[in-house]
């Protein structure tokens, strides 16, 4: 196919500046087709960015035949039922994050992906970001040696500010969002890790809720033993003062050590000879590296840059933290 041809469901907030944008600026690909249930909002959007037609119905834009890729960006509630639409109607198909609610749904959306014999890519875009691409340099090149252990605090306020406003906050609704805000947070860390170090050996962990403010947890805690004998520890609340806040990764290496945050822009590494720090500023449209990825493996002409089946596993490492109480 000459053109990758998108329709969007669910044009809300991270449609708007970090995905969106980039489908009419990505070499190869547009935006032809949005829908939203509310058909004001939908229009609005089309209005703004120059799309041509919105709906305010999935059916309807899953049958249209100006399409051959659908972006699904509604909570994750809905990421099977549409996913499954979208292929059984002969689209590839592009999920944001989380894939699904949890492991069980994930596997069934790997199941009709095959069954398909089309495409999916996940959205873990940070796999293409060039911050992230660095660290995995100073990883494979032993710029701190053989990789020990890694460190991830995720510390955040009630209502954390990595989190855009929204209307609704479906993301402590775990019927919506599969839990609260780890599983609209963590998916990005989590997956960086199976990036960087490859296949888990093991993974368990343990949540609760400790403020009772919303109906999800609040505070995770869970270790993966890499079968490349790496271990990874991660400690998430979302219920710290405001002066404790933090969102770091620390990579221990027997060398030194490499340390960034997952919503910032520094990488800093450290050596007994040598301290560096580096600043790496975000594309604008911070999926479009990621979208261009995708829509080269949409034409055929690359490897998939986040298949269904690593997010499974992210899915099951998820699911090994949360559901133990």
Known sequence: MSTINWGIIGCGNVTEK???PAFKKVPGS?????MRRDAEKAADYAARHGVAKWYSDA???LGDKDLNAIYIATPPASHLDYAIQALQNGFNVYVE????????E?????????????????????????MFLKVKELIDTKKIGDIRTVQIRMWQARKPKLVADVETNWRVLPELSGGGYFHDLAPHQLDLMLYYFGEPEKYHGFSLNQSCS?????????????????????????????SETTDTCEIIGTEGKITFPFFGNYITWKTETEEETITITHPEHIQQPFITKIVAYFKGDGPNPCAIDDAVVLMDIIDAFTLNK
Request: charged fraction near 20%; include cysteine.
């Open 18 to 20: 970090k995905s969106g």
């Open 106 to 130: 994930a596997r069934a959306m790997a199941a009709a992906v095959k069954e398909s014999g089309h495409k999916l890519t996940v959205a873990h875009y940070r796999r293409a970001l060039p």
């Open 59 to 61: 059916t309807e834009l």
């Open 30 to 34: 547009d935006l032809v087709a949005v």
């Open 214 to 242: 919303t109906p999800a947890d609040d505070h995770v805690c869970g270790q993966i033993l890499f079968k490349n004998n790496v271990v990874v520890n991660g400690s998430w609340c979302f219920n710290v003062a405001e």
């Open 97 to 104: 994050k989380p894939v699904t609610r949890n492991s069980a």
